[in-house]
């Protein structure tokens, strides 16, 4: 069975700093995607970043990037230059040859001014 | 504008009652899913369905049932078998419900008083 693990519960960054977030996940399969979504507290969910396994390249949205570690099934966040906005709970999670999202437990991201 | 829509926002939902929660979705996507929300927690699947008048079980389905009449609308029905509904709801649509990621409405809170 597929697992997605968030160890960090929550994380405080200052405003402008830089914060990562780290995913571990299990699986058997070759070829699967991994994203992060955001949930701030409207509680709509956000996507924020998606990585395909076979790429290689780490996927990047403006200041969002990811540190994807394929041999070690590892899936980190990390969000440069913080914005009070930034402040939400983020999610990270994966899916695989049958198309279900599986969710890890998510992390609380505080940005404080 | 295309997107996910669910209503209501907030339902409230006496012990024993059937409630309904709408889901519809306009941006032409093959599938669709039902998540469940608890609070500090990551989203858990209740059902899905990757095409018209086909939907299949999640981890979380006793309790619950769905209809997929249309490849608009995906309905989520909790019944009074399930033993604790009160909890945040999500809906979510995918292009082809393989590996794209997948959308999400903005949530139906229920609240069984």
């Known amino acids: 069975a597929q697992t997605v693990t968030q160890s960090q519960p929550e994380m405080s960054v200052q405003e402008a700093e830089t914060v990562t977030l780290s995913c571990t996940y299990d699986t058997s399969e070759s070829n699967y995607y991994l994203f992060w979504y955001k949930q701030p507290p409207s509680r709509q969910m956000i996507l924020v970043i998606r990585?395909?396994?076979?790429?290689?390249q780490n996927a990047t949205e403006n200041r969002f990037s990811v540190n994807f570690q394929k041999a070690a099934k590892s899936f980190s966040l990390k969000i440069s230059d913080s914005q009070l906005g930034d402040t939400a709970m983020y999610f990270c999670a994966f899916t695989g040859s049958w198309g279900k999202l599986q969710f890890g437990a998510g992390t609380q991201v505080v940005v404080t001014p | 504008d295309g997107g996910i829509t669910q209503s209501p926002k907030y339902l409230f939902r006496k012990e024993g009652q059937n409630v309904t929660l709408s889901c519809e979705q306009n941006l032409n996507h093959d599938a669709m899913y039902w998540y469940r929300q608890d609070p500090g927690q990551g989203l858990r699947l209740i059902y899905y369905?990757?095409?018209?008048?086909?939907?299949q079980k999640g981890d979380i389905a006793e309790g619950y049932s769905v209809s997929r009449e249309k490849k608009e609308s995906f309905p989520l029905t909790v019944t009074s078998a399930q033993k604790n509904p009160t909890a945040f709801y999500l809906c979510?649509?995918?292009?082809?419900?393989?590996?794209?990621?997948?959308?999400f409405g903005p949530g139906t809170r229920l609240t069984v008083l």
């Open positions: 979510a649509s995918s292009i082809d419900g393989r590996k794209g990621e997948q959308f």
């Open positions: 990585q395909e396994a076979y790429k290689q």
């Open positions: 369905s990757q095409i018209v008048n086909d939907f």
